[in-house]
């Protein structure tokens, strides 16, 4: 919940300083669980989107590695290690 309030509050700023295009923010859950990810990051790389802020676990990157590695999605995973 903090990550999310901040990243909201990031968009908040990216979109009243640049606003075109407007950055939206995806809230997708995973449980912690590494195939939640994966079929969340599939999720969103079908909607379009291609720049992603976590998952927040390393057991979770680890699965979304081939996945970006094959599609380019960027990930920003702030809290694996």
Avoid: F, W
């Avoid at 908040?12 to 969340?40: F, H, K, M, S, W």
């Avoid at 790389?45 to 291609?50: D, K, L, M, T, V």
């Amino acid at each position: 919940p903090d990550t999310q309030a901040a990243i909201a509050l990031a968009a908040e700023d990216i979109n009243r300083l640049i606003g075109n295009p407007p950055v939206e923010v995806v809230v997708v859950g995973t449980d912690y669980d590494p195939a939640q990810a994966l079929a969340g990051l599939r999720q969103m790389e079908a909607q379009g989107i291609r720049v992603v802020v976590g998952p927040e676990t390393s057991t979770e990157l680890a699965a979304l590695k081939p996945e970006v590695d094959r599609t380019g999605t960027i990930i920003l995973s702030h809290c694996s290690t």
